[in-house]
């Protein structure tokens, strides 16, 4: 998370490339945990810094959030809380991460922009009607992701963590 220009406070989500099962989607960054990785917080520091180029100096990690389980793909998810200070120009993985969207918190939380939407998966035998935020126009915010923001965005516009 960070605060623009405006001092909105925005959330860092990158959309994945085609490759492997969740290609295409927008997520956060992260990754697998490596075995040179001394902790969970090593790895998702450092993929952070494969996937779009910020260095672990421009990180402060404001809490350890709560693990969630994904509920198609059987991955447990260990999310971070950070406060960012973006760059000028992100630094994309070629081929893993094609895009980067910061979307304003308030747009998130905001009721009218919920939707559902029918999403196809690969585990799944027939597209699904699933709650979504749809960013752009075009972007399906949906799955984990946005079960990590709808438990943790209220705590944070209430003030738990500052921005």
């Known amino acids: 998370m960070f605060r623009d220009e405006h001092g909105e ?8 490339g085609m490759r492997g099962i969740h290609g295409g989607q927008l997520g956060f960054p992260g990754g697998k945990r490596e075995p040179g990785d001394r ?6 520091l450092r993929e952070t810094h494969e996937e779009v180029g910020l260095p672990k100096d421009q990180i402060e990690i404001l809490a350890s959030l709560e693990p969630l389980d994904t509920r198609t793909t059987g991955y447990r998810v260990h999310p971070y809380l950070a ?7 992100w630094r994309l993985a070629d ?4 895009d980067i969207l910061t979307p304003i918190v308030h747009t998130l939380t ?4 919920r939707r559902e939407h029918e999403i196809p998966f690969a585990t799944w035998p027939m597209p699904r ?3 979504c935020v749809m960013l752009d126009g075009e972007q399906i915010l949906w799955g984990l992701t946005l079960r990590v923001l709808d438990s943790l965005l209220p705590r944070l516009l209430a003030g ?3 921005i």
């Open 83 to 89: 406060r960012i200070v973006p760059p000028r120009l």
């Open 39 to 44: 902790s969970l917080l090593e790895t998702a």
């Open 95 to 98: 081929g893993e991460i094609t």
């Open 160 to 162: 738990e963590w500052a």
């Open 9 to 16: 406070i925005r959330v860092l989500l990158v959309q994945r």
């Open 129 to 131: 009607r699933v709650p």
């Open 110 to 113: 905001d009721p009218s922009a």
